[in-house]
């Protein structure tokens, strides 16, 4: 089990304004788990009392509508932290965290992270900054469903998970994301996302094959994105 104060994903993420003996505290009372891929880290609904930190591996985090459908609220992969809400809330979990690949990451308790918000004022800076990111790209996603076009969402969302995740040798994006995946980021059906992504493909913006896509063309689709 690697050490806090020795693991690189911290610089990642709001552990970084820990002191080395917080790090050591929270070392001694974490939990390191190994999530295989289609399994979930917590449920809708489910107290979570404490923080998941992703050393490997990508989750999706998502909500479901009244009417059945999912929808994707944002992809978490290595050093990014979930469920720092449950550390100023005492509510249930909002969200489902399951995870799109196999994934190490550990859990720290509540009760040992709210010792830490008490007395060091630059990781409590840090972690309320984080959430209000957060909030910001809620607020995003709502304006998006409301006065965008399923069109300029795909265009949208392909643009950020080229930022977002690294690239392979040969130009493809590092995420695995099935056509289900993708219609619940867009907020559209499967068959829906299935044929805006065939259209890309045929010219020549995008190539796939399997879950595995590529940007040919990103002045394209940013045009595309933007609504033109």
């Known amino acids: 089990m690697s050490k806090c104060e020795q693991c690189i994903v911290r610089q990642f993420n709001t552990l970084k304004h820990l002191s080395k003996d917080e790090l050591l505290r929270i070392s001694a009372c974490k939990t390191s788990l190994v999530i295989k891929k289609g399994e979930s880290i917590f449920e809708e609904g489910e107290h979570l009392n404490g923080v998941f930190c992703i050393k490997n591996g990508v989750c999706k985090v998502s909500k479901m509508s009244e009417n059945g459908r999912n929808q994707i609220i944002s992809l978490v992969k290595r050093g990014d932290i979930l469920g720092e809400r449950s550390l100023v809330s005492d509510e249930v979990a909002n969200l489902?965290?399951?995870?799109?690949?196999?994934?190490?990451?550990?859990?720290?308790?509540?009760?040992?992270?709210?010792?830490?918000?008490?007395?060091?004022?630059?990781?409590?800076?840090?972690?309320?900054?984080?959430?209000?990111?957060?909030?910001?790209?809620?607020?995003?996603?709502?304006?998006?469903?409301?006065?965008?076009?399923?069109?300029?969402?795909?265009?949208?969302?392909?643009?950020?998970?080229?930022?977002?995740?690294?690239?392979?040798?040969?130009?493809?994006?590092?995420?695995?994301?099935?056509?289900?995946?993708i219609a619940n980021i867009i907020g559209t059906a499967t068959e829906s996302a299935i044929r805006l992504l065939s259209e890309l493909k045929k010219k020549q913006i995008i190539e796939f094959r399997g879950k595995e896509i590529k940007i040919l063309d990103e002045s394209a689709l940013e045009k595309i994105a933007q609504g033109f």
């Open 96 to 181: 489902k965290a399951v995870a799109l690949s196999d994934m190490e990451i550990c859990f720290v308790p509540k009760e040992e992270i709210i010792k830490d918000l008490e007395k060091n004022p630059d990781f409590t800076m840090a972690v309320l900054k984080n959430m209000a990111s957060m909030l910001k790209s809620a607020d995003n996603v709502i304006v998006d469903m409301a006065q965008k076009t399923v069109k300029q969402r795909l265009a949208e969302t392909l643009i950020n998970l080229k930022e977002r995740f690294d690239l392979n040798e040969d130009g493809i994006i590092d995420v695995q994301l099935s056509r289900e995946d």
